[in-house]
């Protein structure tokens, strides 16, 4: 016998009235969850990374990264399938691989969690302060409560969030790149223009 297949669930592991309520998600929320969770942060760097390194490249590190972070998180499903009891990464950590392994779980998903929430939260406050022309703080307050709104109503709400924004994203992006070659094409057929204008 496994030592997956040893561990018991302990009584009341999961209370009728406990915190955590599963949530039924569709195949299309679940996806756009986990593009974003994929993407993280970075989804706010993608129109100007694309525009910088061009599109292509952008969408091969995309893939082969996803790809990556894809099989990570297959291996942690796999893992909390097996395991009876409904635990988080700090409890599966303490599991499989001891106190320590908790410990270092925990203050791995916290320095990522407020470096998300920190780049997230300056980043969308200086874009929405220069395109609505107020100072950036306010910019990210005006990020940060609704999007706190939308993580406590649940996961539901925060997959089709997900999807907006990754749609969005991907506009933009195109957006970009569409704006950028219109700019070569006229700096290749129009000689009057100045080099440094191109």
């Given at each position: ?21 599963p ?56 893992t909390s ?36 929430l ?60 569409a ?9 290749c ?10």
């Amino acid at each position: 016998m496994s030592s997956i297949e040893k561990i018991d669930q302990p009584k009341n592991a999961y209370p009728e009235g406990g915190a955590l309520k599963p949530e039924p998600l569709s195949f299309w929320d679940g996806v756009a969850i986990k593009l974003g969770a994929s993407i993280g942060s970075g989804i706010l760097a993608l129109p100007f990374g694309s525009r910088l390194g061009g599109f292509p490249a952008l969408v091969f590190w995309v893939i082969l990264t996803g790809t990556f972070v894809a099989i990570t998180m297959l291996y942690i499903a796999e893992t909390s399938m097996r395991t009876r009891t409904p635990l988080q990464l700090s409890g599966l950590a303490k599991t499989y691989v001891g106190t320590l392994g908790s410990w270092l779980m925990f203050a791995a998903v916290m320095i990522n969690a407020l470096g998300a929430l920190t780049a997230y939260t300056i980043g969308s406050g200086d874009i929405l302060g220069e395109a609505l022309g107020i100072p950036d703080f306010v910019g990210s307050l005006v990020f940060f409560v609704p999007a706190v709104g939308v993580v406590w109503m649940g996961l539901r709400v925060t997959g089709v969030s997900e999807k907006l924004i990754t749609f969005g994203m991907i506009l933009g992006g195109l957006n970009d790149q569409a704006q950028h070659v219109t700019h070569q094409v006229r700096c290749c057929h129009e000689p009057l223009l100045s080099p440094s204008f191109c």
